[in-house]
């Protein structure tokens, strides 16, 4: 496998595709090419072609989620659902850029599987083990998505500036379909440069998840407050980010047997980070 390290943007989109892969920290990319899940012949190393650093409002899509969390520009949304993701050392290499495009942890996926996201015909998870899966958009795939991150940035209405357009974070992610069965938008050359994160009048990001440190979300829940308007945004409930409007939107859940609990965690949540902002 070959190694690339190219010098600017244009010339990182012009070496993806065909075999080439955008590599970051690689803390998600890596494992997966060890383990077979993906296949590439030349990675794309973002250091130099991807902004880093946060200015205002606009983050760099190779800033580290360990900077974001520190950063008294970065709303507190999130601040703390960077703060709450993986480990510190997992931190200190994952960018925001492969945060928001990390693949799914569904271990029926990850352990190959042939199901529907792999492009089979049945989702294992459903009528397996699922307790970690979906309660939102489960017909096909139940898997659940894992970033804190993109439910805060989702929460904030931030906007995403690729190489080639701007589009919002709640664009960014669609539910896969027989036709497409990826959860991002973008293109497979296409990189995300940069982020625009509005600054809201208060903020915060709530987890519920098996261990104190170190756990994917059960459930996520950002909010933030612009002046009377109070947005959410969900992580582990959907194959994508998810944004409800309040706890009402969860009677619309359509929970599988085994993810029934985290509707009850949901809103609870809900309440709860209502009440803090
Ligand atoms: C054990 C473990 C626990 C974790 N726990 C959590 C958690 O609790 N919450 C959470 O939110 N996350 C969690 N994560 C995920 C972690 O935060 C991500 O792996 C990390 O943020 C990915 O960033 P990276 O720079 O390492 O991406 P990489 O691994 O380098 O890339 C990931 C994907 O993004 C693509 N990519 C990278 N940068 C760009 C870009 N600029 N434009 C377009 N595509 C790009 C790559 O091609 C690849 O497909 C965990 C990961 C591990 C391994
Ligand atoms: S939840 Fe999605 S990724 Fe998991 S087995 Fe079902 S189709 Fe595959």
């Given at each position: 496998m070959e190694l690339r390290r190219p010098p600017d943007a244009q010339h990182a989109v012009a070496a993806l595709g065909n075999g080439s892969l955008a590599l970051a920290g690689g803390t998600d990319l890596v494992p997966l090419l060890r383990d077979g899940i993906v296949r590439a012949d030349t990675l794309v190393h973002l250091a130099d072609a991807v902004p880093r650093g946060i200015d205002g409002t606009r983050i760099g899509a190779g800033t580290t989620l360990a900077?974001?969390?520190?950063?008294?520009?970065?709303?507190?949304?999130?601040?703390?659902?960077?703060?709450?993701a993986a480990s510190?050392?997992?931190?200190?290499?994952g960018t925001i850029g492969g945060n928001?495009?990390?693949?799914?942890?569904?271990?029926y996926w990850r352990l190959r599987f042939p199901c529907w996201l792999h492009g089979g015909e049945v989702c294992h998870a459903k009528a397996g083990q699922h307790r970690e899966h979906a309660i939102f958009g489960n017909e096909r795939?139940?898997?659940?998505?894992?970033?804190?991150?993109?439910?805060?940035?989702?929460?904030?209405?931030?906007?995403v500036r690729?190489?080639?357009?701007?589009?919002?974070?709640?664009?960014?992610?669609r539910l896969p379909t027989d036709e497409s069965r990826d959860v991002v938008v973008l293109a497979p050359d296409e990189l995300v440069l940069e982020l625009d994160v509005p600054l809201p009048?208060?903020?915060?990001?709530l987890k519920a998840m098996d261990r104190k440190k170190w756990a994917f979300p059960l459930v996520g829940v950002a909010a933030a407050r612009f002046g009377d308007r109070v947005a959410f945004g969900l992580a582990g409930v959907a194959p994508i980010p998810w944004a409800v409007d309040s706890a009402d939107d969860l009677d619309r859940a359509t929970p599988l047997?085994?993810?029934?609990?985290?509707v009850q965690?949901?809103?609870?949540?809900i309440a709860r980070a209502f009440s803090a902002l």
């Open positions: 900077e974001l969390e520190v950063d008294p520009q970065v709303p507190a949304a999130l601040r703390e659902a960077c703060a709450q510190p050392q997992l931190r200190s290499m928001l495009r990390q693949a799914t942890r569904c271990w795939c139940a898997s659940a998505h894992p970033s804190d991150p993109a439910a805060a940035l989702l929460a904030l209405g931030a906007r690729t190489d080639r357009r701007e589009l919002s974070v709640a664009e960014l992610y009048d208060a903020s915060v990001y047997p085994g993810t029934a609990y985290k965690i949901a809103r609870a949540l």
